[in-house]
């Protein structure tokens, strides 16, 4: 009888592990190539949501696996926000102000000097706000609050941080 079930109960464990990974890879923001997202800006007026990684970087990683998966940061993007990754090293073609360059070329411009980093755009290609490090899924929904709240340039996102989070600050 423990020789027939063993297999089983082995089967059951692989299948019900393939089943965990499946949930947390399905359930990821739906990332844009550049040049799809400023289109689609242009007929939604969202903002795009640019998210520079590097293949090495570790909390790149972490935000993609642990952040954007959660049901309340994709409902926060999805609202007015249109994500982009960025790969800093990658050769992939984008057009920018109406100049094609490469996706590295593009961070260089937009001096992104650490991954993550976070930046916000207008559908015209103005710079709306920016984010470097990781971001648990509270700063980060605070942070496309902030960004959506339309007063980025007189209030800064520390201030912003203070008045509208629940708690202590850091």
């Excluded at 190539?33 to 570790?58: I, M």
């Excluded at 991954?115 to 103005?126: L, R, V």
């Excluded at 710079?127 to 700063?139: H, N």
Aim: proline share 3%.
């Amino acid at each position: 009888m423990m020789k027939k079930f063993v297999p089983f109960f082995l089967l059951l464990i692989f299948t019900l592990g393939d089943f965990d990974r499946g949930v947390a890879q399905s359930g990821s923001l739906n990332w844009n190539d550049f040049n799809s997202a400023v289109n689609a800006a242009d007929d939604n007026g969202k903002t795009l949501f640019l998210f520079f990684e590097a293949e090495w970087c570790g909390f790149c990683k972490q935000m993609k696996s642990e952040v954007f998966p959660l049901d309340s940061v994709q409902d926060k993007v999805e609202e007015g926000f249109i994500p982009v990754s960025i790969d800093i090293e990658s050769d992939e073609k984008i057009v920018y102000l109406n100049q094609e360059m490469s996706q590295k070329s593009f961070s260089h411009q937009m001096r992104i000097d650490a991954t993550p980093t976070i930046m916000f755009m207008s559908k015209e290609g103005e710079v709306i706000g920016r984010y470097r490090g990781f971001a648990d899924d509270k700063e980060l929904i605070l942070l496309l609050d902030y960004i959506r709240g339309g007063d980025v340039e007189n209030v800064d996102f520390a201030d912003f941080k203070k008045r509208n989070s629940d708690g202590p600050q850091n």
